[in-house]
């Protein structure tokens, strides 16, 4: 069942359709209708348009296997969240780290990339390194290695 939107203007009702928009990896079939003979995919996916700025765009084209140009990217051409590691999805607000609550729609990490494409060659998906420690956490982390030692 796809979710609708009603209005009226004074006498005129109108019916919207609210349609997910479709992800275009080549290859996913994120958010797409099922095939004749395949099993419907009743999830719906989160999708993210592609970055505004140049070379955070640059960086998910040269990411994403398959030959698209900067020029070609139009503001309907989204990505789902199928090709994103989960630490870069944020699916919850956090205030001050007291306070959480689930996000309405989940947003992307400002230094997300696409890099996984289950429907790809496996060498076309690069695992990310894992996340780095802060500074002040690895110093803390330090000086209480050395209270230990001593």
Not at 95 to 105: I, K, N, Q
Not at 134 to 147: G, I, K, Y
């Given at each position: 069942?796809?979710?609708?939107?009603?209005?009226?203007?004074?006498?005129?009702?109108?019916?919207?359709?609210?349609?997910?928009?479709?992800?275009s990896v080549v290859g996913c079939r994120g958010n797409y209708n099922a095939r004749k003979g395949e099993p419907a995919d009743a999830t719906k996916v989160s999708v993210f348009r592609f970055p505004k700025d140049a070379i955070k765009k640059a960086e998910w084209l040269r990411r994403i296997p398959q030959e698209l140009l900067s020029e070609d990217i139009s503001d309907d051409m989204v990505v789902c969240e199928r090709h994103f590691d989960s630490r870069f999805v944020i699916r919850n607000y956090t205030?001050?780290?007291?306070?959480?609550?689930?996000?309405?729609?989940p947003i992307l990490d400002v230094d997300a990339v696409p890099t996984i494409f289950p429907n790809m060659p496996s060498y076309l998906s690069s695992p990310l390194p894992p996340k780095?420690?802060?500074?002040?956490?690895?110093?803390?982390?330090?000086?209480?290695?050395?209270?230990?030692?001593?």
């Open positions: 069942m796809q979710p609708s939107v009603r209005c009226s203007f004074n006498s005129l009702t109108c019916c919207f359709v609210v349609v997910p928009r479709k992800c205030y001050r780290r007291e306070f959480t609550c689930p996000r309405d729609a780095r420690k802060t500074p002040n956490s690895r110093r803390a982390e330090m000086a209480f290695r050395l209270q230990r030692c001593n």
